[in-house]
C-alpha cells in the first residue's frame, strides 16, 4: 500500500428535499452574501432554482445569479463571473446543477479569493492556489463527482485546452442531493453520467499499485452497484432507490475512496479531454470511445489484474487467465453498448479522423510528444496515436 493523505471535508445533505436546507445551511457556515451559478436553464424550468433562491431570503441570506454555463465549461465566463461576483461581494459560491456547473462556481471561488490572478494560471500551473472561498453545491445530475472532488476541469477557448487541476481547495463545503433532481436529466447525459462514475474507478482500478484489499473490494463494489442500478435507471429514471445508488457512487467514485494506497491512472480521461476540446463532445461519451481500445492495448501488462476484475465485477470463472482477462473487457464494452453509449469515434459521431487529426489530438495529450500521461502503462505520443487510431 502505497502511502497517502486523505480528507474530504464535505458535508452531505442527502435524500428528498435537501435543496430546502441551502438557505440554513449557508447561514450556519457564515454565508452572508450567495453568488449562485447555473447552467442552459434546466433549473429554471423545474422551479429548483426559485426553490433555492427562497431558502437563501427566508435565512436573510442575499443572493446575486449567473446562469449560461455550458458543457465542457470555458473559462471566459468563469472569468466574467469572477468579476460579477466580486463586485457583488460574494463570500460563497452556489453551483446549482452538474459538473460543468460545479468546476465554473469552483473556479470563481478561487478568483473571488485571489482577485489579483487571473485563473487560468492556477489551471496551467503558472500560480500555486492557496486560498478560495466556499462552495456549496446542489447537485442536479450524478456523474463528475465534483461535488466531493478535488478537481475542476475548464476549457481555455483561445489555447483549445481542455484540463483540469487538482487541489484540496477544490473540495466543496456543502453538497445537497437529492436523487428525485436527477428524474429530469436527458436519457444521453444519464447513460454519460453513469459511464463516468464507473471510468473514475476504473481509472483508479488498473494502476501499477497493487497491495490494496479494502480498496479494491470498495472499487469492486461499487462498479457492480453502478453496473446494476444503471440496467434499473435506464428503463426507469424516477426509480427513487436506483437513482440514489448512482448518485451516491458517483460521490464517492471521484472523492478518492477508491485511490486510498494508490493513484490515479486517468489516461482515457486525457485522452477524452482533448477530444471534448476540439468536438465539444460529451465527457463520458469521450470516454467509452477509447477505454475499451484503452484496454485491449495496455491489459498484457497485468492480466492476473484484468483477470481479477473479469472475475469480481463480471462473475468470468472460465477459460484461462488471459481469456478471463479479455472476457471482462469484452463485457465492460458490451455493457456500455447496452446503455446505449459510443465505443469508437464513429458511434462518438466525429467521424473516421485522418492521421493528421490524430497526431494532434496525441500532441495535445502529450504537449507535443514532452510527457506521457497515466502510470498502467504510460502514455506518450506513439502509445496515444495508437489508441485513438484503434478507436477510429
Ligand atoms: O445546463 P443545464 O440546462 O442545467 O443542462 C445540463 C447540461 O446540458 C443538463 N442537466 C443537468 N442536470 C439536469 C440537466 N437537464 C435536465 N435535468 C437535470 N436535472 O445536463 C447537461 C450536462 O451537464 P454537465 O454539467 O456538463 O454534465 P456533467 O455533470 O457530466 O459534467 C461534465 C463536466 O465535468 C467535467 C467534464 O470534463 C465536463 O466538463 N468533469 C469534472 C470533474 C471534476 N470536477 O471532478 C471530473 C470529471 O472527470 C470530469 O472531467
Ligand atoms: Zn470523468
Redesign the pocket.
Known sequence: MQSFQFKCPTEIIFGCGAELKVGEKIKAYGGTHVYIV??????IR?GLLARVERTLTESGIAFDVRGG?Q???LVSHAREGVREALRFGADFILAI???????TAKAIAHGVANPETDIWDFWCGRERLTRSTPVAVVL??A????ET?D???LTNEETGV?G?INTPFNRPALAFMNPE??Y???KK?LT??IS?ILM?TLERYFTKIQGNELTDLIAEALLRDVIANARVAVRDQHDYDAMSEIMWCGSVS?SNVTEWGRCKDFSC?KLG?AI?AKYDAT??ETLTSVWGWWAQYVYQDDIPRFARFAEKVWDVHEGTEEERAREGIRRQVAFFKEIGMPCCFTELGIGVLNEATIHELADAVTAGGTKTVGNFHPIGRKEAIDIYTLAN
Open positions: 447555473y447552467g442552459g436553464g434546466s433549473v423545474s454555463v458543457p465542457n465549461p446543477g452538474g459538473g460543468s456547473v460545479i468546476d442536479t445530475l456523474a463528475a463527482g465534483s472532488s478537481s475542476a476541469v481542455k483540469g433532481l436527477t429530469t436529466v436527458p447525459q454519460a453520467g463516468d473514475h471521484h480521461h479531454h471534448s465527457h463520458g
